[in-house]
């Protein structure tokens, strides 16, 4: 017989602790591109928008970053089992988390990027 409900409560406390790890990491390189790209793209002009508005845009890319991660608990219903044998829970988990890390890393230099551009071309 299977433990269907330890096994969901499980997969989540797994993936929510890790959603913070997921969230730190994830403020260094848009905030550094940002910073980056937004001081070579100024060089020396006044601020174009409200730091207020730029604030709300990394609220937002945020809020895109953590429904991002909620692709987790799909792949974890896909794939996980409560076999403690399991492949999953061996080596999926951990895969899938450290590989989304790298990937979301790539989108949040991105966002970054993006970020200070729109504030230097749209003001």
């Known amino acids: 017989m299977h433990d269907y409900h ?3 409560h499980a997969a989540i406390r797994y993936w929510e602790r890790r959603r913070i790890i997921y969230n730190v990491v994830l403020l260094p390189p ?6 980056l790209t937004a001081g070579i793209s100024r060089a020396g002009d006044d601020y174009g928008w409200h730091p207020y508005q730029v604030l709300l845009l990394f609220l937002f890319s945020a809020l895109g970053a ?3 991660y909620s692709v987790a608990y ?5 794939f ?3 076999d ?9 988990r951990s895969t899938a988390f450290a590989s989304g890390l790298v990937f979301a890393v790539l989108l ?4 970054g990027k993006s970020i200070a551009l729109m504030e230097f071309y749209f003001r």
């Open 6 to 8: 330890g096994f969901r």
């Open 30 to 35: 848009s905030a550094l591109t940002y910073m």
């Open 66 to 68: 953590n429904i991002c």
């Open 74 to 78: 799909a792949l974890e219903f896909l």
């Open 80 to 82: 996980g089992s409560d």
């Open 84 to 92: 403690p044998a399991s492949c999953w829970l061996r080596f999926g």
């Open 108 to 111: 949040a230099a991105i966002g």
